[in-house]
């Protein structure tokens, strides 16, 4: 069994709009079944329950399997938490300190091999996601809501005679609420990917 299905296994134990009031879904049963509507990003789709075949809205076209399944996975850990406003590093999650490097390395090591020190550039790739600037201290600071109750912050500093450009992304501290670890990984992975264009 693959990760796709295995999350959508454990989402079906689900009651759907319990599950979609814990992770700020919108419900609405139709005449096919359950949809499930959502923001990813910077664009809406819809899930089908119980597939959890997710495809955009603007366009039909089906969300990646993988990010199906961190819909999938966070509909089934979701516990109704909301946001804090709180940032913390990939290392304070459950477990994160084993994987921290690994995750820098393909989402700030790979954001700083994409953007080097052009700040701006980094600015205008995150407003086309969607982001929205933050008070921290960095050259670029930019809240990213991947889902309506999974967000990431990313800080990033341009290089100079000193130091080498640097960048990091943070996740809200109810992170452990909606997802594990591993799918922040994941996720985390996407993002960048998202942003790097």
Do not use: N
Not at 102 to 128: M, Q
Not at 173 to 196: N, R
């Amino acid at each position: 069994m693959g990760a796709f299905e295995r999350a959508v296994e454990a989402a079906r134990r689900v009651d759907p709009e319990a599950g979609a009031e814990r992770c700020g879904f919108e419900f609405r049963e139709s005449d096919s079944g359950v949809v499930l509507t959502t923001r990813l990003l910077d664009r809406d789709v819809e899930i089908a329950y119980p597939s959890f075949e997710a495809r955009h809205v603007d366009d039909d076209s089906p969300v990646p399997p993988h990010v199906a399944a961190l819909l999938a996975y966070h509909f089934a850990r979701a516990d109704g938490t909301g946001l804090t406003g709180r940032w913390i590093s990939f290392a304070e999650l459950p477990e994160g300190r084993f994987y921290v490097q690994a995750f820098h390395g393909y989402t700030g090591g790979s954001l700083v091999r994409r953007f080097g020190d052009d700040a701006e550039e980094v600015r205008a790739a995150t407003e086309r996601r969607g982001g929205t600037a933050l008070d921290l201290s960095a050259d670029v600071a930019v809240e990213l809501r991947v889902l309506p109750r999974i967000s990431f912050a990313l800080v990033y500093w341009a290089g100079d005679e000193e130091f080498d450009a640097r960048a990091d992304l943070l996740l809200d501290a109810s992170a452990p609420h909606q997802l594990d670890t591993d799918c922040y990984a994941v996720m985390g992975s996407w993002l960048t990917k998202e942003i790097c264009g």
